[in-house]
């Protein structure tokens, strides 16, 4: 993703006539656009770091080279859609798309230039207040919010209303599996099956850090622990456990009930529950509804391992969440968005972001 030749001489000419608060660019490659891959998340992340900093730094210009492109192909259809999902998120609740956005190819505004029919030119506005907070356009809070089948990505102001919601610290008992048929999702349970990929299969099940990233990243136990933390009496994470479609004998109802399989726990149950303490302590942050960013109580999360009646070689992992009053974060820096700094794209600061959004 790093910048071609044709991305410097663009840059330069068009700098050369442009009165723009800042300009940044990026080379992509169009064939991306097209497929599903991480290449193609990793260049969504960069773009959305671009633009997040010119939009938390006063608007600006991002230049973006596609390559690839076809003589005389104006087409934008999949760019727009390779983009357009993700660039709302950078909207603050009341600002419109169409104000915030405007994307054309450079080749309507720097006619002389050779190269500018395989760019695109967007120009992006400041963040606007539209309540009476100045607003942040934030690429990823790092923290969710539960709904009863699903955790989403919060707005600011969801988070401002929870984060100061007085609550008590009270979490779910940890007790055995007497009774899994309650045991369906809603915003206190969050059920996950193991399914590994066979390929990773053996290196998450014997080594205590792959097996905690594979549950914190891959079946987003980070996600649980920030929205479930949130919720009055907090709710608990079960791996091992899935849902399958069940139908009556004669075939007239059909319904969804718990699938108790767990899986084959072969590494050591202390040293997988200290290695996730680890890592809460390691990635988690508690923002406070005094403004101040401290860590999590340690007890923030309990951990089980229940046997599987009918195959005590398996068990089910459970995490059990408490209830905290603040937003918990899954990333020690907070919140992740970006500003521009001489010049550069950084990282904004976690208080600042908050002072944003106050
Ligand atoms: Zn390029």
Redesign the pocket.
């Known amino acids: 993703m790093s910048?071609?030749?044709?991305?410097n001489n663009v840059v330069t000419k068009y700098r050369a006539q442009s009165t723009d608060n800042e300009l940044l660019s990026i080379?992509t490659e169009r064939a991306i656009y097209l497929k599903k891959s991480q290449e193609r998340n990793k260049t969504r992340d960069e773009l959305l770091k671009r633009l997040s900093a010119l939009r938390n730094s006063g608007g600006g210009v991002l230049l973006i080279?596609v390559?690839g492109t076809r003589a005389g192909d104006r087409c934008l259809k999949y760019f727009d859609e390779f983009v357009g999902s993700i660039v709302t998120r950078l909207l603050e609740p009341g600002e419109v798309y169409a104000n915030t956005y405007k994307r054309q190819w450079l080749q309507d505004i720097l006619e002389y230039c050779a190269d500018s029919a395989v760019f695109i030119h967007i120009r992006v506005a400041a963040v606007t207040a539209v309540t009476d907070v100045k607003g942040v356009a934030t690429v990823d809070f790092n923290t969710k919010l539960g709904k009863d089948y699903e955790n989403v990505i919060p707005t600011t102001q969801q988070l401002l209303t929870v984060r100061s919601h007085r609550r008590t610290s009270t979490g779910p008992a940890i007790t055995g599996l007497t009774d899994d048929s309650k045991l369906h999702e809603d915003v206190h349970i969050q059920l996950k099956r193991f399914l590994p990929k066979p390929q990773s299969s053996d290196e998450i099940q014997q080594d205590a850090t792959t097996f905690v990233e594979y549950l914190w990243n891959q079946l987003k136990l980070k996600d649980s622990i920030t929205s479930m933390s949130k919720i009055p009496d907090g709710g608990s994470y079960y791996l091992g456990i899935g849902e399958r479609v069940n139908t009556s004998e004669d075939g007239t109802y059909t319904t969804v009930i718990p699938d108790v399989r767990g899986f084959e726990l072969k590494l050591d149950q202390g040293e997988l529950e200290e290695t996730l303490k680890s890592k809460l302590r390691d990635c988690v942050l508690l923002g406070r509804s005094e403004n101040t960013f401290t860590d999590v109580p340690s007890d923030l999360i309990a951990i089980a391992f229940h046997p599987i009646p009918s195959d005590h070689q398996r068990c089910v992992l459970r995490v059990a969440v408490k209830c905290v009053e603040g937003v918990v974060f899954c990333d020690r820096c907070g919140p992740r968005t970006y500003m521009m700094e001489n010049g550069q794209i950084c990282r904004m600061e976690k208080g600042m972001w908050l002072e944003r959004i106050m």
């Open positions: 910048s071609c030749t044709r991305c080379h080279h390559n």
